[in-house]
């Protein structure tokens, strides 16, 4: 089991550019989540997809979206980056719609200049 | 709203100490509560998940305890090895499915 895989894993951005992060699920799970840690914080929540819809969404900007696809993996989008989009990007995934245990990527590390 | 607040934020032992650390969140009504270790720059590791209707839970070294009703956990590491030294995140879940974290916990266990 490969469990939670996250591409790429460093990324160099300019402000003002788009970026897209990738995400393949642990096997057997359905739901995909995003969070966003800033250096020296904790990973706050940015939103939960589960069944290709999303079904959460933390305090953060229309500049950031996602999709699910029918595999279950998911990419997260941002547009117009800013310097302060700089952070580890972390996906979690889990199975069903009950707060299950979820299980954590490697992150991808952005980085905009 | 749900916070979730860590002491000490940083901790400096030396080796083979046991050490307590410490999370507290302000809503009782929760699901599960989770510690995790992060190494620098790296994803999270799971350590113990405890659910709401449990008090303890044990894996190994550590042993993580859960107070709803007072509304705190602790992370208990024994006999601490330099191998421990990394970042400790505590995190809950409640009805709406995602995980709200502390600031964390940065250990560093001396040789």
């Known amino acids: 089991d490969a469990g939670v895989t996250q591409s790429p894993t460093h990324l160099i951005k300019t402000r003002g550019q788009q970026v897209t992060l990738r995400c393949s699920p642990k096997s057997g799970h359905d739901t995909v989540s995003w969070y966003q840690q800033a250096l020296g914080q904790g990973p706050q929540f940015i939103f939960q997809y589960y069944e290709e819809e999303e079904r959460q969404r933390g305090n953060f900007p229309d500049r950031f979206s996602g999709h699910q696809f029918p595999n279950y993996s998911s990419e997260l989008n941002v547009n117009a980056l800013l310097l302060g989009d700089s952070a580890l990007y972390l996906c979690?995934?889990?199975w069903g719609q009950g707060n299950t245990e979820a299980f954590f990527g490697q992150g991808t590390r952005l980085t905009v200049v | 709203k749900q916070e979730v607040t860590q002491i000490p934020a940083a901790l400096s032992v030396p080796e083979g100490e046991n050490l307590v650390l410490n999370c507290s969140f302000t809503d009782s009504a929760i699901y599960n509560l989770q510690w995790f270790r992060q190494d620098p720059g790296k994803g999270l590791t799971s350590l113990l998940l405890i659910q709401s209707s449990q008090r303890e839970q044990t894996s190994g070294r550590l042993n993580a305890s859960l107070d709803k009703s007072s509304g705190r956990s602790t992370l208990y590491i024994a006999a601490s090895q330099p191998g421990d030294s990394a970042t400790y995140l505590c995190?809950?879940?409640?009805?709406?499915?995602?995980?709200?974290f502390g600031t964390g916990t940065r250990l560093k266990v001396l040789a």
């Open positions: 995190a809950v879940t409640s009805g709406t499915y995602k995980y709200i």
């Open positions: 979690a995934s889990s």
